[in-house]
């Protein structure tokens, strides 16, 4: 009888002793290797405000800020071509204090009309939403028929430079620091003298340098 009993209670007492010296799986805390990164958990953007609701609406402060500036096309019943395109403007930083400057370009009488003088005109931005007409000081009185304008500092040297695109000779005013411009465009060889329209800078060689395109009409 006590054979019988041992030989059904040493199975039993066997597997108790083989799961009591079984022990749990440690885990080994993850370790990052020398050089290897370890993704940290980005946090959650910040929510989106809402956008705001109802019809958003502009106000005309063109006399509040200051800007007096009227396009001359030269029209005078001829109906030319370029009397039909009006003419271009510009948001720069002219003199680098931060705030952004108007330039608007302006055509001029034509040859066999000549009744006045008109020239583009640089408005500087007085800080509290007022602009002042700069364009004479700042070396910008010059007559042309202009049409369109591009800026840019093609030089590199901190200042934004402008070209300007007209009928004739265009444009193009080296930015000399101080709120001063001087013409160089015949040392440029820039002066193109056809119908000129659009201009652009790039840098289409990967040089460092701005290139310029033109965009002209008619002949």
Not at 20 to 38: D, L, N, W
Not at 166 to 185: E, Q
Not at 204 to 215: A, H, M, T
Request: glycine fraction near 10%; charge should be negative; proline fraction near 7%.
């Amino acid at each position: 009888m006590h054979v019988r009993y041992l030989q059904y209670c040493l199975p039993i007492f066997f597997c108790f002793l083989v799961a009591s010296c079984k022990q749990p799986a440690q885990v080994a805390p993850a370790t990052s290797q020398p050089g290897e990164q370890v993704a940290v958990a980005s946090p959650s953007p910040s929510p989106t405000p809402p956008r705001p609701s109802g019809p958003i609406e502009f106000t005309d402060v063109t006399n509040e800020a200051g800007i007096r500036f009227k396009h001359n096309s030269g029209a005078f019943g001829k109906k030319y071509l370029p009397e039909t395109i009006g003419a271009g403007g510009a948001f720069l930083d002219y003199d680098n204090d931060g705030w952004q400057d108007i330039l608007l370009i302006n055509s001029m009488d034509w040859p066999d009309n000549k009744k006045r003088k008109s020239f583009p005109a640089l408005y500087h931005n007085n800080k509290d939403g007022t602009f002042t007409d700069v364009t004479h000081q700042a070396g910008l009185g010059v007559e042309m028929y202009g049409i369109g304008v591009a800026v840019a500092d093609y030089d590199n040297d901190g200042n934004v430079d402008i070209y300007i695109t007209c009928v004739g000779p265009n444009h193009l005013f080296r930015n000399l620091g101080g709120g001063k411009f001087a013409n160089v465009t015949a040392r440029a060889g820039v002066g193109d003298p056809g119908f000129s329209t659009s201009a652009a800078w790039f840098d289409y060689d990967n040089d460092g340098k701005l290139d310029r395109f033109v965009g002209n009409y008619v002949e």
